[in-house]
């Protein structure tokens, strides 16, 4: 009986719930809807101050705001191919570049370049017979500074200095004045400074790099990072080979071999030994000591083949005699060296020699141009190394990067170079 009672008790519950829950839920809803309509009944009327739209103002003036642009975060030197990418979508129009550089959303490349061209001359800024296209000096210098670790001279400590109308000159002391202990009432014996002048003019350095134009198609940054380390690779081989070894003619700059002072170029000894070595490398430091060189900034260039030879020489105890310096501490008798296959490793008679310098960087100095100038054709020739190619029949487009600048050495006594390095052999 008891338990018949209190399942209708239950029965009655469940039906009491599903008759005035709906009721409960609808009230509910109907009251807090009420509420939201009028408070933002409220709103609008309290904000509506444009009658003639009939829009409140708050929402009129957000309407009006362009939506925020987004900081673009890029690895260095992206820039710079994004730049060239445009020009070459553009085809070299300077106007379409900047427009295509919106439509990617580049907005702060393509602000940099409408400051260019609004500074720059007219006719340099769109004339490719001119000198190509000045790329804005905010977009290359991220380009410049990652050419500073693939350049051996510059990494080293050269100094670099800017030369925008071209050129630049160096005064240069050839003859110091000279004192001398006087006497009591004896006439002061005289002497003259000597002073010459070095003078920097830019060198250009061009570089050409054929894209796919598959790869240009593409507005990633991968493609961007591919286009960025072609160029950044040619020009910094060619410029490690010119500041080094080239002779200064026919447009070249004129390298650190060929300023060397001749007193401070000897051979090195004809039979390989630890003590043989290790009095090679005393010489090349004595003549820049003998030469009153302030070893300012000392640094070594080699051949990787010395290198290999230099870290795995070993004394008659078989104990490594330079290793641990040179792979731990990066340093050769405590100053940093440069590892370069522009110093070749074929050289002498028997073509399986080298060389081996050591500069104070302090008086060596780069002249540069802080503005690269870009170009592209997607119908030129170029030479592969075995052939000449078509780039249009390989469906690729040529950008060409062009660099001015110009090395010297403030005085050659602070080179000394060893030749006929056979270490290794």
Known sequence: MAETVKLKETELKDHILKTVQPLIEDTCGRIVAEKIEESMKQSFEKHAQDTESGYPAWLKKAQAQEPPKLEIKREKGHAMARWARAMVVANNDIEKCLHILGKWGDHDIQKAGQDMVQKADAMMASNPELGGYLVPPDVSSDYVELLKPLSVIRRLGANVIPMPSGNYEIPKITSGSTAYYQGESENITPSQ?????????????????????????FSSPGADGIVRDDMLRGSAARENQAFIRDNGIDGTPKGILNWAAPANSFAAAASVSVANTTLDLGKMVLALMNSDVPMTRPAWLMNPKVWNYLVTET??????????????????????????????????????????YLVDMADAIVGESLSPRVDSSSVAAYYDGSSVVAAFSKDQTVIRVIVEHDFLMRRGESVAVLTGVGWGN
Do not use: Q
């Open 193 to 217: 400074v000597k002073t010459g002048m070095l003078r920097l003019i830019f060198k250009k350095l061009t570089n050409l790099v054929p894209v796919s134009n598959d790869l240009l198609r």
């Open 315 to 356: 004394n008659t105890n078989g104990f490594f005699v330079f290793r641990d310096e040179m792979v731990n501490r990066l340093t050769l008798w405590g100053w940093p060296f440069a590892v370069t296959t522009t110093i070749p490793g074929n050289l002498g008679s028997s073509a399986n020699e080298s060389e081996l």
